[in-house]
């Protein structure tokens, strides 16, 4: 991939809000554009109806984000910086356990601590218009995927995407060895979009 950019909009209407989730990507292989939009179309979708659906129930005691709103350029974005590193320090360690103990999960653990540390990066370079927003959900999606590959390895029942995504991560091809990691690893993008994304979304606002 040479270029990802994503944009969320929520603008208020009669009835609520309405969202639009805009993702512009460029890709080093040319044409494989049109396949990835049809599956990350459906995911996307899949992700704002549930969110639709967590916005129906709210907390009783759920604050009014606007009531107590802090301009951002006030934000304390270092300590927000300082939990987003403590995370990916946790990330890593995991990653660097499931590798000593030979364990396959942890292809989709180094590749997740990667994604946490471009995410550092991207506030770091100045990149993105919320930062405080990304350095929030950081520590919030990290709470969902500890809980499920815990859960997971203690033999506990987990929610259903991620059950799929660590039990494929385990499963082995002798003659084609790469494509269970590939498949672990999409499993758990997977996952994330379908379980953890909607619910941090609506946390972190």
């Excluded at 659906?53 to 005691?61: G, K, N, Q, R, Y």
């Excluded at 929610?159 to 999409?186: H, K, Y």
Aim: hydrophobic letters at 40%; glycine letters at 6%; aromatic letters at 6%.
């Amino acid at each position: 991939m040479r270029h990802h950019n994503g944009r969320i909009e929520i603008a208020e209407t009669a009835a609520g809000s309405t969202v639009r989730w805009t993702v512009e990507m460029a890709f080093v292989v040319p044409g494989l554009g049109p396949l990835v939009e049809r599956g990350l179309r459906k995911e996307l979708g899949a992700s704002l109806r549930k969110l639709a659906d967590e916005s129906l129930t709210p907390p009783a005691a759920a604050p009014d984000p606007g009531a107590d709103h802090q301009p951002r350029d006030l934000v304390d974005l270092q300590t927000l910086r300082a939990t987003a590193i403590s995370t990916l320090a946790e990330q890593q360690s995991i990653a660097a356990d499931l590798r000593d103990d030979d364990d396959p999960k942890q292809w989709f653990a180094r590749v997740y601590a990667i994604v946490t540390e471009e995410m550092i990066g991207l506030v770091d370079r100045g990149d993105l218009q919320y930062p405080d927003w990304a350095l929030r959900l950081i520590p919030d999606f990290h709470v969902h995927y500890l809980r499920n590959l815990q859960g997971y390895k203690r033999g506990e029942e987990i929610e259903g995407p991620w059950q799929v995504a660590w039990s494929r991560c385990e499963q082995t091809d002798p003659r084609r060895p790469i494509l269970p990691i590939i498949s672990g690893m999409l499993a758990g993008v997977r996952a994330h979009i379908e379980s953890d994304l909607p619910r941090s979304l609506a946390a972190v606002y």
